[in-house]
């Protein structure tokens, strides 16, 4: 059992930036995959980036590559997604997943991700 934290998330103005983070317990930090996906309102929820806990690799959605960064403290079990140069259409709720495969990024369903965060708000104004 994978038990998985939010936090972070908060309103800003388009163009600022956010960091939200998500604390993993309850199984082997190092052989997970960890996904941040979103979901704004009347859209279907979708896989923002990946990171790969044991090895690092990294995955990024085409409409954020560029702005945002995945990346963990393995010490601290914790997964960040640092957002920058933030958009209006980047408001969400931000979930954090975790899968326990040996591989990760967008070649796994959203709905294959066993294990979900609560979510935390993103709300970015023009």
């Known amino acids: 059992q994978v038990h998985l934290v939010e936090s972070g998330g908060g309103s800003v103005q388009a163009g600022r930036s956010l960091r939200i983070s998500c604390a993993a317990s309850g199984y082997s930090y190092t052989s997970m995959c960890l996904g941040w996906f979103r979901q704004a309102p009347g859209k279907e929820r979708e896989g923002v980036a990946f990171i790969y806990t044991g090895g690092d690799s990294t995955y990024y959605a085409d409409s954020v590559k560029g702005r945002f960064t995945i990346s963990q403290d393995i010490a601290k079990n914790t997964v960040f997604l640092e957002m920058n140069r933030l958009k209006p259409e980047d408001t969400a709720m931000y979930y954090c997943?975790?899968?326990?495969?040996?591989?990760?990024?967008?070649?796994?369903?959203?709905?294959?991700?066993?294990?979900w965060g609560q979510g935390t708000q993103v709300t970015v104004s023009s």
């Open positions: 997943a975790a899968d326990l495969r040996s591989y990760c990024g967008f070649a796994i369903q959203t709905t294959d991700f066993s294990y």
